[in-house]
């Protein structure tokens, strides 16, 4: 689970996390390539994605949208590189907006699952960089986009 505090309105922080397609524009350098269907999150829209860390490869995948409830809660079927599911849960908190996502998936690229049982921390420590690029894009936009 991640957890994010962005100093911006639950509406604000739910209509940049469901252009998934634009992730590229923010979220930093994790995030290397984004196309698919415009516009905000609704059951079926697809995003496809290319990703990195800080780790020498890139993962491919594609997002489906099963649920978009504004401004509470995304959850998108996750295939490619990744296998599964993310949910991405968007609540008020004291001074801006919680979100929370649960990144249920399995890893199928093919030499980063053979190695997973021996290099598990590192690839968690490379997940928490990509993270942290994105709690550091959407807060520095947060600032630009307000008053």
Partial sequence: MDEWLVP????W???????????PEWWGD????GEGDPGPAAPGKRARLV?????PYRLRWELTCVEAVAPARLVSRIEGDFVGEGVWTISRAEGGTRAVLEWNVEVRKGLVRRLTPVLRPLFAWNHGWAMARGLAGITALAARAQP
């Fill in 51 to 55: 990703t990195r860390g800080l780790l």
């Fill in 8 to 11: 911006a309105s639950p509406e």
């Fill in 13 to 23: 922080v739910y209509g940049l996390l469901s252009c998934p397609r634009e992730y």
């Fill in 30 to 33: 994790a995030f290397l390539d």
